[in-house]
């Protein structure tokens, strides 16, 4: 773990240097007068950390040799030791609404859900002045860059390959201060009033053509039935014989079929139809 974080050390740390002859003095007077004010003293020299904090000690300005403490009890030399506390559990940030020019010259508005966790406490105190606000200038200049090199469709549609795209950008800069991004999610993609209205109007002509071509379809399917019937009888001089004769009968059907409501009507009401 140690050659990993040298690695990575943007400077060098003089935690393995030995301490310069003052700083042997100041230590040593530490101790006496903690051993003097006994048992008060200790209660200044310890400090208490959970399961997911560590602490990073520097005395008298240098990093301490060992690395993190924590978790538990921990012992410290009031005015020498200077703790900082780093909490390791994930952290959400909500990535603020970005005003964002797409490839295809579409400005939008964007936000998204960024999930971070500190890996190694050394790193995120000693790289950066603030890993947290640094995590999150950098997610939302990241944002900005890959949304801008994508079209607008491609935004609403592949939230999720974007999300990844942005996810791996991240973890690659942030690590060297000991920070891991666990995923993000695009929340919200807004667009435009006049281009949500020039959507829709897009999406309902689309369905206006679509519903034209059924028809249309329709009426050529129903064409080629009828053709082919109109052929099929046109090559059969029984079929033809056949249905000239159906509508013959069906003619004299009719006429027989009204003249009978004519006369049932004159019994029913014979004075309407006197004159």
Not at 116 to 145: C, G, K, S, W
Not at 148 to 162: A, N, W
Not at 196 to 213: G, N, P, S, T, Y
Not at 264 to 270: G, R, V
Request: proline share 4%; with cysteine.
């Amino acid at each position: 773990m140690t050659r990993q974080r040298r690695e990575v050390k943007y400077f060098a740390t003089s935690e393995n240097n030995p301490p310069s002859s003052i700083e042997q003095i100041v230590v040593f007077i530490s101790h006496i007068l903690i051993i003097l004010t006994f048992p008060i003293s200790i209660f200044l020299s310890l400090i208490v950390l959970s399961e997911y904090q560590r602490a990073v000690i520097f005395r008298c300005g240098r990093l301490r040799r060992g690395g993190p403490r924590g978790p538990g009890l921990v012992f410290r030399i009031p005015c020498v030791d200077f703790c900082v506390k780093v909490d390791l559990r994930t952290t959400s940030y909500d990535v603020p609404a970005q005003e964002i020019l797409t490839k295809d010259h579409v400005t939008i508005s964007l936000d998204a859900a960024v999930y971070y966790r500190i890996f190694d406490p050394l790193l995120a105190v000693i790289q950066v002045e603030n890993v947290h606000l640094a995590t999150r200038m950098l997610a939302q200049a990241t944002l900005r860059n890959i949304a801008g090199q994508r079209h607008v469709m491609e935004l609403m549609s592949e939230k999720d390959s974007v999300s990844m795209a942005l996810a791996a950008l991240l973890k690659s800069a942030s690590a060297p201060w000991g920070v891991y991004v666990e995923r993000v999610e695009i929340k919200d993609v807004r667009l435009p009033l006049q281009l949500q209205r020039a959507m829709a109007a897009e999406a309902e002509a689309i369905r206006e053509a679509k519903a034209k071509v059924v028809s249309a379809e329709g009426e050529l399917n129903a064409s080629k039935s009828l053709k082919a019937a109109s052929d099929v009888i046109a090559s059969n001089p029984v079929a033809l014989q056949a249905r000239s004769h159906l509508f013959k009968h069906l003619n004299t059907f009719n006429i027989t079929f009204m003249i009978i409501l004519y006369i049932a009507a004159l019994f029913a009401n014979p004075k309407s139809h006197i004159g």
